[in-house]
């Protein structure tokens, strides 16, 4: 049976690389994916846990083909596996329920579940009902096969730390290919902007997926001591982190990453939350009582992203006066405010933003890089974007859906009994790692593409393992 199968598998390997050869030759480089849809449903029906954990590889190096055909968007091959996985394993599920029973009384499924029928409501009253049906659909295809179906998958202790693994070893792949497309250009700011190109489509989501890899990496380090030659490699890949991280000119995901750095700080040392919250209250309160003064000291700050010196391009995230990136993302905000204005109970409709906020662009916040036609993306913050597209209602159900996730997680570092260190650290690490992106999502948005669904819902997914695992109780979690 495994000699039939191995020959299966290199049989359609060659078929295929002849195959593509030939469409390559005849200019029919498209047609390659479907003997690779083929090679798709052999693994997913023989092979599916394999499959599963590939995605974490495949995700890092998927290609959005709306790049080069008319075709819509869809982010190849991770988007159709997922799809079909969603069917096949929904299938399964109904024939013969596999997934774990406890698994619905966890708070955080629910979250997810009262957030899907929020969508549902708002679709029916959209301005755009097939577009937020395939919205809809797209989420359903990130976060069914990998939050749902990974609770099963994950439930093997090693493949937990394989999906990690490939995940960050294929986006230092991306990194390296980005560094030396970019020493090409002499790591010019503007060039920095696309040659991480076509795995990514700018540097702000790259920078946002390099600093959610960033604690990972580190975690997988600190784990345990590893043989010296496994340590070398982790120094290697985390130095080289870093400096794709740098090399990105992303602003937001510095400064998520030194924040994920604070909330390790707070968990670690088990500082309670409550002086946390009146501080922040109080210098709400200061700002509010201040703002007069405070805008006009922003207004004076004259620092551009365009700089190459990494202080003064941190400090040029708060330029209000002359930074155009950042007049652009205000002019996005106050479009999602606008539109929450004109529908606030049901918004446009999920996906809908980027149909929309052209008419609501005020002429004073438009920038040299502002469209008159509204084509160019979406609200740059996943809060506005919820806000905007499904209302006060579907803000909240988001809302909730963050602070499941992360009470999930908190949770269960605090549960996980002291003794069992290399949890407590895999969890710490995760922890840091969904912060920097949903520290970062107030400022842009990318849970509709595979490159931040499939990691967030994966580790979401090895979280919910961790609670089965320990139960009503702080019990053995291995």
Not at 54 to 77: M, R
Not at 126 to 143: E, Q
Request: aromatic share 16%; charged share 15%; with cysteine.
């Amino acid at each position: 049976m495994v000699k039939t199968k191995t020959l299966f598998v290199v049989t359609s390997l060659l078929l295929f690389l002849a195959l593509s050869g030939v469409f390559i030759w005849q200019d029919l480089a498209v047609l390659t994916l479907f003997p690779l849809g083929f090679l798709g449903i052999y693994f997913a029906l023989f092979e599916t846990e394999k499959l599963f954990l590939s995605l974490a590889f495949l995700t890092p190096l998927s290609i959005n083909i709306e790049e080069y055909t008319a075709a819509f968007g869809l982010f190849v091959p991770t988007e159709p596996l997922l799809f079909g996985l969603m069917l096949w394993l929904s299938a399964l599920q109904i024939k013969k329920a596999f997934l774990p029973s406890n698994l619905w009384k966890s708070p955080l499924i629910w979250a997810v579940i009262i957030y899907f029928a929020w969508l549902l409501v708002s679709a029916v009253t959209s301005s755009h009902p097939i577009v937020s049906l395939k919205f809809i659909l797209a989420r359903l295809w990130f976060i069914v096969p990998m939050l749902f179906f990974g609770s099963y998958f994950f439930q093997k202790r090693q493949n937990r730390f394989t999906f990690i693994w490939l995940f960050i070893v294929a986006c230092v792949l991306v990194i390296i290919y980005t560094l030396v497309h970019h020493s090409l250009y002499g790591f010019g700011e503007k060039e920095g902007h696309w040659v991480m190109s076509p795995f990514f489509k700018d540097h702000t989501i790259y920078g946002a997926i390099v600093a959610l890899i960033l604690p990972l990496a580190v975690g997988l380090y600190v784990y345990k001591k590893h043989h010296p030659l496994l340590q070398l490699t982790l120094i290697s890949l985390i130095t080289i982190i870093l400096i794709g991280l740098v090399l990105s000119y992303t602003r937001a995901a510095w400064l998520s990453v030194l924040a994920s750095v604070g909330i390790a700080f707070l968990l670690y040392y088990k500082i309670s939350w409550k002086p946390i919250a009146a501080l922040a209250v109080i210098g709400l309160g200061i700002v509010l009582y201040k703002w007069d003064t405070i805008q006009m000291e922003l207004e004076r700050n004259k620092y551009e992203h365009t700089t190459e010196a990494f202080d003064e391009r941190l400090q040029s995230a708060a330029n209000i006066s002359t930074d155009a990136s950042n007049l652009e993302r205000i002019n996005r905000w106050s479009c999602a405010m606008e539109m929450f204005k004109q529908r606030p109970i049901v918004g446009y409709g999920p996906g809908t933003y980027a149909f929309e906020y052209a008419p609501f662009q005020r002429p004073e916040n438009l920038t040299i890089i502002s469209t008159n036609f509204g084509d160019m993306g979406n609200a740059h913050s996943e809060y506005l974007g919820a806000l905007a597209e499904t209302g006060f209602i579907g803000l909240l159900t988001f809302l909730s859906l963050v602070f499941f996730i992360f009470y999930t997680g908190i949770q269960l570092y605090f549960r996980i009994p002291k003794s069992y260190k290399e949890d407590r650290i895999f969890i710490l690490s995760s922890i840091m790692a969904l912060s920097t992106y949903f520290i970062h999502a107030f400022l842009n948005n990318y849970l509709d593409t595979d490159k931040a669904a499939v990691p967030i819902w994966g580790i979401c997914a090895m979280w919910l393992v961790y609670e089965s695992e320990l139960g009503p109780s702080t019990a053995d979690p291995k």
